[in-house]
């Protein structure tokens, strides 16, 4: 079992900052990576962020030197910084978590960038 409950979104001014958190609980070892994937209307979600168990990250390219995602050490909960924030941010953030050849979503967390 595993739990994954995103927070922080909100409505934000363009060139702004958010921080969206991912708290998770539940079977939380054995964990492969946690990310950040976003929805906006009409498109298909898509990898904003990850962080492997190595410590590795990955950036979708249009959020690169904007967002940066990090965790505490037990993966209890995984952020995803984001400054400098575009109308083209809105989207609907979903926290995700790989274990054990499983992947794991949030409820989602709404981020709205106006202009």
């Known amino acids: 079992q595993v739990r994954l409950v995103e927070s922080g979104g909100g409505l934000v001014q363009a060139g702004g900052s958010l921080r969206v958190s991912c708290a998770a609980s539940g079977s939380i070892f054995s964990i492969t990576a946690m990310g950040w994937y976003r929805q906006a209307p009409g498109k298909q979600r898509e990898l904003v962020a990850r962080i492997s168990s190595g410590g590795s990250t990955n950036y979708v390219e249009s959020v690169k030197g904007r967002f940066t995602i990090a965790r505490d050490n037990a993966w209890n909960t995984v952020y995803l910084q984001m400054n400098s924030l575009k109308p083209e941010d809105t989207a609907v953030y979903y926290c995700?978590?790989?274990?054990?050849?499983?992947?794991?979503w949030g409820q989602g967390t709404q981020v709205t960038v106006s202009s």
């Open positions: 995700d978590l790989e274990r054990r050849g499983i992947q794991y």
